[in-house]
């Protein structure tokens, strides 16, 4: 069953009802790298959006986004903005990225003040690391 059919706007699924849609170990991976080396919580929001619609979890830091992760089953997409500010450094980036995100990144257009919206299918280890690296462009990790 698709996830927006399992939980509709007024059926908020909790961590662990999320967690077992997906089914993936990256899940935890990317969930410690943002609660650890961010110290943010996330929020959960409902979107009708037709690109993605249903339960996301969104991460944010003072105010900034962070990313968007949209469960899905046995995997999830993380939507990462690289900023204006951002992308010279994503661009010096690109090479040390795996094939796959650097080629999102080549198809995904730059969309004036509002950046490049990276839709990043999270499915191994190689393109959680890119998740990871990208999310770092937006905010350096918090110093304990």
């Not at 650890?36 to 690109?51: F, I």
């Not at 010279?88 to 796959?100: F, G, K, V």
Request: include cysteine; charge should be neutral.
């Amino acid at each position: 069953m698709e996830w927006a059919e399992l939980y509709g706007p007024d059926r908020q699924p909790d961590a662990d009802e999320i967690a077992r849609y997906i089914d993936s170990p990256l899940w935890d991976r990317i969930n410690r790298f943002l609660g650890d080396g961010y110290g943010v919580q996330p929020t959960y929001s409902y979107s009708g959006c037709s690109a993605q619609p249903g339960w996301n979890v969104k991460y944010q830091r003072s105010g900034r986004s962070l990313c968007t992760l949209y469960p899905m089953p046995g995997h999830f997409i993380a939507l990462v903005v690289v900023g204006r500010k951002e992308e010279p450094e994503a661009e010096l980036l690109r090479p040390m990225l795996s094939p796959y995100t650097r080629e999102l990144m080549e198809r995904t257009p730059l969309l004036g003040a509002m950046g490049r919206w990276l839709m990043i299918a999270v499915t191994d280890e190689a393109i959680l690391e890119d998740t990871e690296r990208l999310i770092r462009l937006r905010r350096k990790i918090k110093v304990a």
